[in-house]
């Protein structure tokens, strides 16, 4: 089970309480008006919505407070309760905010449609004006210059809590932590955070290094073709047994065929394993 897996669970026993928000109606959950600092369900209105590619919408929401950020921790996401149309059942999925920490007012999900998926089908349908339940979860606990190097591996939209990571690292003046990226993607269109990693690529060339691996490339793709393999982690400066990685923290986000390949499964040892890493040094939100 993934650390989300966990917090999930955790989070879906105490639906109860869920039905007891809807009976009860907003206001009384909402009073005094507290953004998403506190564990607890609240509901959020969509401010606006915008495409940004043939399947990722980003979805910006009001904070009830709009003079406040947030009030997530690093690398903390939102369980998002959706009611599907036609559905009884709530159907809870996490999505990780991909504005800074810091902006006041709002937050924003970057979200993937799956055919007939869920939780994605009904929040590419919301339109502004329009609510969605959520539940703030736990990720990560970052914990600034404990790993002098740290690897995000992410496949998909599994990017999202690691661009939430690397912007609250690089923004922070007193976190010197080294960050190598490698994301899989399907297609050259799906690398839909290209422009603000390499923003940030641009302002820490010596502490950010993003490679994107490509399944499907465009004929004229710079990027790697394929899966992430053994040998894009260890060319991208990833093998344990390197000097710079000693302390090194890797974490990993993607779908379930994607982290079985890194993290491997009971008598097959993943891309990682083989890399020289050991359970310790590997995290899976
Ligand atoms: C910590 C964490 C943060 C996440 N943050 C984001 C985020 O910011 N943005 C985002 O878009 N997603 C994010 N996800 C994934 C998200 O929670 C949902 O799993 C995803 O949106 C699919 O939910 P669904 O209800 O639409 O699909 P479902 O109804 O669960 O599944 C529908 C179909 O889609 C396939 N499918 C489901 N999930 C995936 C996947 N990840 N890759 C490939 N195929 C899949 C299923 O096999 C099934 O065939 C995150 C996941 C985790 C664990």
Not at 176 to 196: A, H, Q, Y
Not at 230 to 257: F, Q, R
């Amino acid at each position: 089970m993934s650390s989300t897996q966990v917090a999930v669970a955790a989070a879906v026993a105490g639906l109860g309480v869920y039905a007891l928000f809807l009976r009860k109606g907003p206001d009384a959950a909402d009073k005094p008006k507290k953004n998403l600092g506190s564990f607890g369900l609240h509901r959020l209105t969509v401010h606006s919505t915008e495409l940004i590619s043939n399947n990722v919408k980003r979805v910006r929401f009001e904070l009830p407070n709009k003079s406040q950020p947030s009030g997530l921790a690093l690398t903390s996401a939102l369980l998002t309760i959706s009611m599907p149309s036609g559905s009884w059942v709530p159907v809870p999925r996490p999505y990780t905010p991909v504005n800074s920490l810091d902006e006041p007012g709002f937050v924003e999900l970057m979200v993937k449609h799956y055919p007939g998926g869920k939780a994605s089908t009904h929040i590419h349908s919301l339109k502004p004006g329009d609510t969605l339940t959520v539940l703030p979860i736990p990720g990560f606990a970052w914990a600034p210059n404990k790993h002098s190097h740290v690897a995000l591996i992410a496949g998909g939209a599994g990017i999202t809590p690691m661009y939430q990571l690397t912007q609250g690292i690089l923004n922070n003046p007193e976190d010197k932590t080294s960050i190598t990226l490698v994301w899989g993607v399907n297609t050259d269109d799906e690398i839909f955070l290209k422009e603000e990693f390499g923003s940030l690529q641009k302002k820490f060339p010596d502490r950010f290094k993003a490679v994107y691996v490509v399944a499907k490339p465009d004929a004229a793709s710079p990027h790697p073709k394929g899966f992430i393999t053994k040998e894009i982690l260890e060319e991208a400066g990833l093998s344990a047994t390197s000097e710079k990685n000693k302390d090194i923290k890797v974490l990993v986000c993607g779908p379930p065929p994607m982290e079985k390949a890194m993290k491997g499964a009971k008598k097959e040892p993943g891309v990682l394993t083989k890399l020289g890493y050991t359970p310790g040094q590997i995290y899976s939100f």
